[in-house]
């Protein structure tokens, strides 16, 4: 009975000892070798580069954008060079420094030209409305909705009394911003570091 006993504890003592290696990833193979189990990496995107179902949603809402950037690289843009200042930096290091609240995440090439093909076709159906007077917040806004942007990722403001808008386009991880002066400024941009498409105040 007591050799009985012994024998079964032993028999869960190597059953234990197998779940456990098991559980650290070992898995015996026939013969008594070892393998080692591997899990899948997912792929690694650029910063600021749009997954892919949520840019094929973008481009079944926006047909025309989708169609003037087809077959354009997700590539990054290349950095711009540095104009030494002869005092021990750069121009553009100061610049960065005093100016790093306003800092954007870089486009790249696809969605450059997908936001680029957003601020066009914004910049067409506003021209009929006359100048930007004539607009206002709420014509703007109303425009911007007709054109299929949805309220909540548009921020419409006035500066100086000229009417403007900031607009996040999540599906393509880029941002459009305008200001409606006599020639209106319509321009895509990435998202600020500190989030959204909203120029953030600060600064010295």
Same mark, same amino acid.
């Given at each position: 009975? =007591?050799?009985?006993?012994? +024998?079964?504890?032993?028999?869960?003592?190597?059953?234990?000892?197998?779940? @456990?290696?098991?559980?650290?990833?070992?898995?015996? /193979? $026939?013969?008594?070798? +070892?393998?080692?189990?591997?899990?899948?990496?997912?792929?690694?995107?650029?910063?600021? *580069?749009?997954?892919?179902?949520?840019?094929?949603?973008? %481009? &079944?809402?926006?047909? *025309?954008?989708?169609? =003037?950037?087809?077959?354009? #690289?997700?590539?990054? $843009? +290349?950095?711009?060079? /540095?104009?030494?200042?002869? %005092?021990?930096?750069?121009? #553009? !290091? =100061?610049?960065?420094?005093?100016?790093?609240?306003?800092?954007?995440?870089?486009?790249?090439? !696809?969605? *450059?030209?997908?936001?680029?093909?957003?601020? #066009? &076709?914004?910049? %067409? @159906?506003? &021209?009929?409305?006359?100048?930007?007077? /004539?607009?206002?917040? /709420?014509?703007?806004?109303?425009?911007?909705?007709?054109?299929?942007?949805? @309220?909540?990722?548009? %921020?419409?403001?006035?500066?100086?009394?000229?009417?403007?808008?900031d607009l996040e386009i999540p599906?393509?991880?880029?941002?459009?911003?305008?200001?409606?002066?006599?020639?209106? !400024?319509?321009?895509?941009?990435?998202?600020?570091? !500190?989030?959204?498409?909203?120029? $953030? =105040?600060?600064?010295?």
């Amino acid at each position: 009975m =007591k050799r009985a006993m012994a +024998s079964m504890a032993a028999g869960v003592a190597v059953a234990v000892t197998a779940v @456990a290696l098991a559980g650290c990833g070992s898995v015996s /193979a $026939p013969g008594g070798a +070892s393998t080692t189990a591997t899990t899948p990496t997912t792929p690694t995107r650029e910063p600021g *580069q749009a997954g892919a179902e949520a840019l094929a949603r973008h %481009d &079944r809402l926006f047909p *025309q954008v989708a169609a =003037k950037c087809a077959g354009v #690289a997700a590539t990054p $843009p +290349s950095a711009p060079a /540095a104009a030494p200042t002869g %005092d021990g930096g750069t121009w #553009a !290091d =100061k610049y960065a420094e005093n100016h790093a609240y306003k800092q954007t995440v870089r486009l790249l090439a !696809d969605a *450059q030209c997908r936001g680029e093909a957003h601020a #066009a &076709r914004i910049a %067409d @159906a506003l &021209r009929p409305a006359g100048t930007s007077a /004539a607009v206002g917040e /709420a014509g703007l806004r109303a425009a911007l909705q007709r054109l299929g942007y949805p @309220a909540e990722l548009v %921020d419409v403001h006035t500066s100086a009394g000229t009417p403007g808008f900031d607009l996040e386009i999540p599906e393509a991880v880029l941002c459009v911003s305008g200001l409606l002066t006599a020639r209106p !400024d319509i321009h895509p941009h990435g998202m600020y570091l !500190d989030g959204g498409c909203t120029e $953030p =105040k600060g600064g010295h």
